[in-house]
Nanobody, 117 residues
C-alpha cells in the first residue's frame, strides 16, 4: 500500500501563487506516473497534470503555462507550483500515483485550494 500526504493548499487571491506538495510512502521504488487531479464544487474530478518516471510532463490546457509539476524520486515527493491562479482553479486537489504502467493507483486525501478576493 502506498500512502500519499498532500500539503500546501489554502486561500489565495486571483493572480497569486501556491505550491502543493505530495509525499509518498510505502513503496520501495519510484512511481511510474505521478500527477494531480482536482474537483471543483459540483463538478466531476478532472485530470490536471502528470509526470512520468522519465520526467515527461503533460498538462491540461486550462493550466498550461501557469502550473509546473516536478518530482524528486530520491524523496518520493512531487510538487505542483501554481502561478497566476484564477477563481476557476478553486477545487480540492488530489495527488495521484500509478505505481507501474498497469497500476495500481493510489490517491491522497485532497487539499483545498481557494482562489478568491
Amino acid at each position: 500500500q502506498v500512502q500519499l500526504v498532500e500539503s500546501g493548499g489554502g486561500l489565495v487571491q486571483p493572480g497569486g501563487s501556491l505550491r502543493l506538495s505530495c509525499a509518498a510512502s510505502g513503496s520501495g521504488s519510484s512511481m511510474n506516473i505521478m500527477g494531480w487531479y482536482r474537483q471543483a464544487p459540483g463538478k466531476e474530478r478532472e485530470w490536471v497534470v502528470s509526470i512520468t518516471s522519465d520526467g515527461i510532463t503533460n498538462y491540461a490546457e486550462s493550466v498550461k503555462g501557469r502550473f509546473t509539476i516536478s518530482r524528486d524520486d530520491a524523496r518520493n515527493t512531487m510538487s505542483l507550483q501554481m502561478n497566476s491562479l484564477r477563481p476557476e482553479d478553486t477545487a480540492v486537489y488530489y495527488c495521484h500515483v500509478r505505481v507501474t504502467a498497469i497500476g495500481p493507483d493510489f490517491w491522497g486525501q485532497g487539499t483545498l485550494v481557494t482562489v478568491s478576493s
